[in-house]
């Protein structure tokens, strides 16, 4: 009977610890959350969203030039990234299937996937910033570029495979060719999915800070010119939060704020997407 | 049969264009190590690699570069991030999949897996600006006063300061990756078949007892992978440590002092590199960084989540 009351009380002390822990874990995500909406709520109005970059020691100003440039380098990200990794998802599925090349590859898109971004910045710097003499928006966006590219190719991918063989076949027994199969019948039994993927890997790339530290680099005023240094709400939150401006402290936190719940946002969305479609 | 040529032609082109975007990820991958060999070769030629690890001179107004200290940073923040954080991830699995009522496990889980969302220079600032306050009036005098009197490790555990340093940088590290963790060790641990359970609970196991002598045994290649790739992380984190590691480009005598790491180096000093030998230094840096983090990935994903697939 002493064992067996041993072996209770184990039991309970880590049926205790876990929930702790599980407790725990959602305190850390209060207390963020938390601070960000006691710190960046105060600051939040009309004119964070419009107003132009303040000046050192202004008190009036707001984040448009950020807003903007983190806009502008994240969807020229997209432009470049998602079309290559659909249609690099596509390979592996459609033609690679279980080939030891369509493995190999897949194993090295994952290896790129764990590559730190910092390193993924200073690889764009040396292509892109090093030649051309100055920094640019548009290698910011090379630099996301990359590291959405191994997102979309997986989920690609893995959403493509999911498409029933039946489909391809009654397509092909129509005549139709393959890319013909595949752009009318697969993507479209796919494209949820695919949708998914895009919105997790724009979630992923939106928030990332320290691969734009030394490619689009920032800049203090309003410019829709993509080859010249831009800013984005990452790198401005960490200038201002740094800067010794108290008015720039409280955009950097106001930045903070529409950064995180833009991206967790995005993340709901991406989740309701893929539970709707794929969860009976 | 008019227009099949065309046809074909169209087929011919989308599968040049599919298989040259395949291409493109693997070209990226290789020219990102031969970009960073290419331009960290004057640092290579200066001090040598071997040299380079081994100095722990940080001076760039002399031009003397050593890598030591942002070496020894990463290593170090990494493993104390990963042994504070793999028991806390892994009992939120265990919440997860054995506690936790169905109607919570769902809302549970995704609170955790959001935490994994917040980008990480969020992490940084409040990192900066909330927590290391904390550790600094709460967590760092009970160390100094409890292990830091300790013999021999002591010192290790001693001395005070504003608060940023290796552990801070460490314990924010430690928050970050525990939702990556706890997601791999929770699918993992979904993977056993409910039948193997079922029958130790027959048996008169407690949860525990199945947690111990079931579940984990056969997890346990999926969790040691999901730890190793979460390592990984650790270490090319770069904004959530920046803020709080201290910057200071020297070994520290106690895990409480500011010190450094091959990110936070490469964060601060990359866009102000005015000498090329400066430059090609950050760039060794990157470099050293990429192939560490390319072994861990290798191990975790090659040697233990392999199997677990293949053994699905």
Same mark, same amino acid.
């Given at each position: ?5 041993r072996?209770k ?48 020691g ?8 950020a ?13 470049i ?14 033609y ?16 790129l996937?764990?590559?730190?971004s ?25 630099a ?20 029933p ?26 494209i ?17 800070t ?18 010249q240094?831009m ?32 991206v ?17 | 049969?008019?227009?099949?040529g ?11 264009l ?15 190590g ?11 030629h ?38 504070l ?20 496990k ?24 909330y927590?290391?306050?904390?550790v ?9 006063a409890?292990?830091?009197k ?5 010192p ?9 340093? =290796? $552990?801070?940088?460490? %314990?924010? !590290?430690? @928050? /970050?990756?525990?939702?990556?963790? *706890?997601?791999?060790a929770?699918?993992?641990f979904n993977?056993?078949?409910p ?13 525990w ?5 079931v ?30 590691m ?7 005598q ?22 090329k030998?400066y430059?090609?230094? =950050? $760039?060794?840096?990157? %470099?050293? !960084?990429? @192939? /560490?983090?390319?072994?861990?990935? *290798? ?5 233990f989540?392999k ?6």
């Open positions: 009977m002493d064992a067996f009351k072996r009380i184990v039991n309970n002390i880590v049926l205790i610890f876990s929930t702790f822990a599980a407790i725990f874990g959602i305190l850390w995500l209060i207390w963020i959350l938390g601070t960000l909406i006691y710190k960046g709520g105060s600051t939040l109005s009309w004119e964070v969203f419009v107003g132009n970059p303040p000046a050192p202004d008190n009036t100003g707001g984040l448009k030039h807003i903007i440039g983190q806009f502008l380098i994240v969807s020229i990200a997209v432009v990234g998602v079309p290559i990794g659909i249609l690099a998802g596509t390979f592996l599925s459609e690679g299937k279980n080939s030891r090349l369509a493995n190999i590859v897949r194993d090295i898109s994952d290896i996937m764990s590559v730190p910092i390193v993924i910045g200073t690889f764009v710097y040396a292509i892109l910033v090093e030649p051309f003499g100055h920094f640019m928006g548009i290698s910011g966006s090379v996301l570029a990359i590291m959405m590219l191994p997102i979309i190719v997986r989920t690609t991918d893995d959403m493509l495979n999911m498409v063989g039946e489909l391809r076949e009654a397509a092909y027994a129509l005549g139709a060719t393959k890319s013909k199969v595949i752009t009318s019948v697969v993507y479209k039994g796919a949820t999915g695919i949708i998914t993927g895009v919105i997790l890997a724009v979630a992923r790339i939106g928030g990332e320290a691969p734009l530290l030394f490619t689009s680099f920032n800049n203090n005023f309003l410019t829709y010119n993509v080859f240094p800013a984005s709400l990452t790198v401005t939150m960490y200038d201002y939060a740094m800067s010794p401006y108290q008015y720039w402290q409280k955009l950097a936190w106001a930045a903070a704020i529409i950064l995180t719940f833009g967790l946002a995005l993340n709901l969305i991406g989740r309701a997407i893929a539970k709707w479609k794929f969860k009976k | 049969m008019k227009g099949k065309k046809l074909y032609l169209g087929d011919r082109v989308f599968q040049i599919a298989f040259l975007s395949t291409l493109i990820i693997v070209v990226s991958l290789f020219a990102i031969i970009t960073l060999y290419k331009e960290a070769a004057p640092a290579i200066k001090f040598g690699i071997i040299n380079f690890i081994k100095s722990p001179n940080w001076n760039p107004p002399m031009d003397e570069f050593g890598g030591l200290p942002a070496i020894y940073g990463t290593i170090v923040s990494t493993i104390i991030s990963i042994v954080s793999v028991p806390v991830a892994i009992g939120i699995a265990i919440f997860l999949t054995e506690i936790a009522p169905n109607r919570l769902s809302p549970i889980g995704i609170a955790i897996e959001l935490l994994a969302a917040i980008p990480s220079i969020i992490y940084g600032m409040w990192g900066l600006f927590f290391a306050p904390v600094r009036d709460y967590i760092q005098p009970v160390i100094h409890t292990l830091g300790l013999p021999i490790v002591g290790w555990f001693s001395g005070f300061t504003p608060g940023i340093g =290796l $552990f801070t940088a460490s %314990l924010v !590290l430690a @928050v /970050m990756i525990l939702p990556f963790t *706890a997601a791999i929770r699918d993992s993977m056993v078949p039948i193997l359970k079922e029958s130790a609970y027959a048996l008169g196991a407690t949860k007892d199945v947690m111990k002598d579940v984990l045994p056969y997890a346990k290649l999926g969790v040691i992978g999901g730890i190793i790739l979460s390592l990984g992380r650790a270490m090319g984190e770069t904004m959530a440590v920046t803020f709080v201290g910057n200071q480009p020297v070994i520290p106690s895990i409480l002092q500011p010190a450094t790491s091959i990110t936070v180096t490469l964060a601060n000093e990359f866009a102000e590199a005015d000498t030998i430059l090609s230094s =950050l $760039f060794l840096l990157a %470099l050293i !960084l990429f @192939v /560490m983090s390319f072994i861990v990935i *290798a191990i975790g994903k090659f040697l989540l199997k677990v697939e293949r053994g699905k």
